[in-house]
């Protein structure tokens, strides 16, 4: 069993920047891809961002490409999420999520994540 934790979030003025991360117990951390998801209230679940377990190539929501980065540390069991130039629109609860590993399904498809945390509020004022 796998378990996610994910900190960094909080209020930032537009423009300004965020890091999350998000710490994963066990020790099939390194084969497994990781995402990023958010919701917004009265939205569904989209995604935000993943890595791959094993060549480490990175995907991003047209959205927040060229803003947000996505990173992980296999030697700490950390996936991070650099934010920058946030907008309101941003403002979600992020959510961290793990395949199983050795899985490679849809790296956008929330049904392809198999370990979910219990998200990190980002709130972007204007």
């Known amino acids: 069993q796998v378990q996610l934790v994910e900190s960094g979030g909080g209020l930032v003025q537009a423009g300004g920047s965020l890091r999350l991360s998000c710490a994963a117990s066990?020790?099939?951390?390194?084969?497994?891809?990781m995402g990023w998801f958010r919701q917004a209230p009265g939205k569904e679940r989209e995604f935000v961002a993943a890595?791959?377990?094993?060549?480490?190539?990175?995907y991003y929501a047209d959205s927040v490409k060229g803003r947000f980065t996505i990173s992980r540390d296999n030697a700490k069991n950390t996936c991070y999420l650099q934010m920058n130039s946030l907008k309101p629109e941003d403002t979600a609860l992020y959510y961290c999520?793990?395949?199983?590993?050795?899985?490679?399904?849809?790296?956008?498809?929330?049904?392809?994540?198999?370990?979910w945390g219990q998200g990190t509020q980002v709130t972007v004022s204007s």
């Open positions: 999520a793990a395949m199983n590993p050795y899985y490679s399904g849809s790296y956008s498809r929330s049904v392809s994540y198999a370990y």
């Open positions: 066990g020790r099939t951390f390194s084969r497994s891809t």
């Open positions: 890595i791959s377990r094993n060549d480490g190539n990175t």
